[in-house]
């Protein structure tokens, strides 16, 4: 924005970077972390700073899209460089805003270098070009174009990344829900197991008269097992008063110890039970190696708002306590007693003579109660501790107001998946507190995140960098064309300069040399009415003529140069118009001893619209050349036309060697030639080249493959209209018959 915008957009990014935190603390009570915002805006300040500058001479003197190699080297330092500061700004506040040190922060550092990258790329370039002025260089339609390629490159670019992010969000949520889902299915399997041992004991006393340790101990051996969180199974009979004392001696005798019913007091603390009119002592316990302490505690003792026994008396499933702490434990430990009260059975006859039984609810039919000590601890800390475990908990009795911790630590819930599950224990209510042990950043990545993150930025950075090397490639070749007309025009006016003046030269020499010219025909013209018309005097009046001739091809050449003719385009019989010029050559060339035969292609049309003086001048200096080019009196001109379009057509001279026989004479000679400019010849084939090319065409000498040589002028005319040819050939009839 401040490459684009200047210092404006600068500070209003600075005054949005510190409302906008204060917006959100007052109206969303959010949290400000003012090192953040302090980061943040060092961020901001640093990055804004070096990409201008590092795009200044780019953007300033309007270099950027001048070339590719300027374009490459601005899309380099504004996308990957620049993009470099907000990536590192954005590791640093994820580090600082999760709390961690360790761990994999690659993926968080490209993701964001990645995104940097991408809007500069596209957002910078864009609205540089519509901002250009320059309509010459950077048409509307050029403009448009590049903006509509930018922007669904953009978009595409953005969907694919969009995508997967949201791919990766979904498997994330889903691996998150199912270790969730399986945490609690593991917990529930536990406590069913418990609830299985608890019903097979509490079935034992049931289905028996006595139960005696031995029994008892071999029956818990048998339902425990080591894999499951029972720390220990207890019976705790019934116990009246007044049989009190008589329990404790039997007890003693049977343990070999001091046997006493105790009580629990605050801090643990164990003391004898006061005098009450009932007692549940902990009687059997198994494993009893390291539960000795306990042995003789009444249950009743237990604390009323950990488990109430009058709760455990009128149901008929188990209960369970709130976490405890153990006597017998080191108190670091919560335990949960898993309770049920269990009852004589009554038998009773029915009509299809099958027996059933009743759970009464009367006092003296209570037998005693199954007490199952639970830790699960260490199964918790095995699924806490699983390898590759992705998510942490924390599980609270939440049954009353204030909650008991059962198992955990508080969780980090800050950049993380977080959820709950309630779990109903036997009149209990756990809730299990879900939150990933990681937050987002510092996971690790699948192979496909990973491509479709570098293969989408490079994908974007490379296809507005193609993009915009059209532009690029364009307006190099309009600097070129620029540059090459600009060298034209100097070249033309230097040329112009040059030829006017040539012209001004060869006019001033043309008029010297006249002079002495007409001296000379004066002197020729007193000799003649002396009488002296000798050899000599022929000779010098032949010359003086050939002079004259030269000098009017010379004054022709400049007037043809410096563009003071105008070319003619009227209609007139070439036919004619040949044949007279064939008439004038043969009697020229009679007296010379030359010959030169006429050849005309059929395909000739015989009305044209030309220029029939430039025709008839190029022809007679075409037929002097000729002459002299393949060095022979005999030559042969064809005459034939190449039709073009809207009755245009080309008219090709060509001579040649009439007798084929003494072309290879002068073989060598026209390779020579063939290999230069024919206007530097002679005079004479200056003079056809420049009538050639001021009616569109041009001559060329070329080499034939069965020997000899080919000289050809061609000349651009237009095919007369049948309108116009009778408009000609009424003319031409009335001043017939006025002559």
């Known amino acids: 924005m401040i490459i684009i915008w200047g210092n404006v957009a600068f500070v209003s990014v600075l005054l949005m970077s510190a409302l906008l935190p204060i917006f959100s603390y007052y109206y969303f009570e959010d949290g400000v972390d003012i090192s953040l915002i302090l980061i943040s805006t060092l961020a901001i300040f640093l990055q804004s700073y070096w990409a201008k500058q590092l795009t200044y001479k780019y953007v300033f003197y309007k270099k950027w899209l001048k070339s590719r190699r300027w374009l490459f080297a601005f899309l380099l330092k504004v996308g990957p460089l620049a ?3 907000s990536a590192s700004a954005v590791l640093v506040i994820s580090i600082l805003d999760n709390k961690v040190l360790t761990g994999s922060f690659l993926y968080t550092f490209l993701s964001a270098w990645s995104s940097s990258l991408l809007i500069a790329t596209f957002f910078v370039p864009t609205m540089l070009l519509r901002q250009e002025r320059d309509s010459m260089v950077f048409h509307v339609s050029r403009k448009l174009y590049i903006l509509l390629a930018s922007f669904i490159g953009a978009f595409a670019i953005l969907l694919i990344i969009k995508t997967s992010q949201d ?118 316990i198994y494993p009893g190696e390291g539960n000795e302490v306990v042995l003789g505690l009444d249950v009743y003792s237990n604390p009323k708002n950990a488990l109430s026994m009058t709760s455990v008396f009128h149901s008929d499933e188990i209960l369970a306590s709130a976490p405890i702490t153990l006597i017998q434990d080191d108190h670091t430990k919560p335990g949960v007693l898993f309770t049920k009260a269990v009852f004589k059975h009554k038998e009773r006859e029915v009509t299809s003579r099958e027996l059933t039984y009743e759970q009464p609810k009367k006092q003296h ?87 479709i993150l570098i293969g989408g930025t490079l994908g974007g950075f490379f296809f507005q960098l193609m993009i915009l090397m059209m532009a690029a490639y364009s307006s190099e070749l309009t600097l070129q064309v620029d540059s090459k007309t600009r060298a034209l025009e100097l070249a033309k006016e230097q040329s112009e300069r040059s030829s006017t003046a040539k012209i001004q030269f060869l006019r001033t020499l043309n008029d010297e040399l ?193 020997g000899g040589g080919m000289l050809s002028a061609s000349i651009r005319v237009s095919i007369t209209s049948e309108e116009e040819q009778r408009k000609e050939q009424s003319n031409s009839f009335d001043q017939n018959m006025d002559t």
Do not use: C
Not at 644 to 649: P, T
């Open 83 to 85: 993009s470099l500061v």
């Open 167 to 284: 791919e990766q969000q979904l498997d994330r949520a889903m691996q998150f829900e199912a270790e969730q889902a399986e945490v609690v299915s593991i917990i529930q399997h536990e406590i069913e197991e418990v609830s299985k041992k608890v019903n097979s004991l509490s079935a034992l006393f049931k289905a028996s008269q006595e139960v005696t340790l031995n029994e008892f101990n071999v029956f818990s051996k048998i339902i425990l097992n080591e894999h499951y969180s029972i720390r220990a199974l207890e019976w705790a009979p019934l116990v009246n008063g007044s049989q009190r004392k008589t329990f404790e001696e039997q007890a003693s005798e049977l343990f070999q110890q001091n046997f006493i019913i105790k009580e629990r007091q605050k801090g643990n603390n164990l003391k004898p039970s006061r005098n009450r009119e009932q007692y549940a002592p902990l009687f059997y």
């Open 365 to 451: 039919e209570l037998l005693g109660f199954i007490v199952a000590v639970v830790q699960f601890d260490e199964l918790l800390q095995k699924l806490d501790e699983r390898k590759n475990n992705k998510v942490k908990f924390m599980i609270k009795d939440v049954s009353v107001v204030e909650p008991y911790l059962l198992y955990g630590k508080t969780l980090t819930r800050d950049n993380r998946l977080h959820d709950f599950s309630e779990l109903s224990v036997f009149s209990r209510l756990w809730r299990i507190e879900f939150a990933e042990s990681q937050p987002w950043f510092m996971q690790s990545k699948s192979l496909k995140t990973w491509v």
């Open 514 to 706: 006249r002079l002495p010219l007409n001296a000379i025909r004066a002197f020729l013209e007193q000799f003649k009415r002396k009488g002296i018309n000798n050899k000599q005097v022929l000779g010098i009046n032949h010359a003086s003529n050939n002079i004259e001739q030269l000098l009017n091809t010379m004054m022709d050449l400049s007037d043809i140069e410096s563009g003071s003719i105008p070319v003619k385009s009227v209609p007139f019989d070439f036919y004619g118009f040949i044949e007279r010029m064939e008439l004038m050559i043969k009697a020229n060339n009679l007296m010379a001893g030359k010959s030169v035969f006429f050849l005309i292609d059929k395909e000739v049309p015989h009305y044209i619209n030309s220029d029939e003086l430039r025709i008839q001048k190029m022809l007679t200096a075409f037929i002097k050349s000729a002459q002299q080019v393949f060095n022979t009196d005999n030559l042969r001109l064809s005459i034939k036309v190449h039709a073009h379009h809207k009755r245009s057509a080309t008219l090709f001279f060509i001579f040649s060697h009439q007798d084929e026989t003494t072309a290879a004479d002068s073989d060598e000679v026209l390779k020579t030639i063939s290999k230069t400019d024919l206007a530097t010849y002679s005079t004479s084939m200056a003079m056809v080249k420049e009538v050639s090319q001021l009616l569109q065409g041009n001559i060329s000498l070329g080499m034939l493959d069965s």
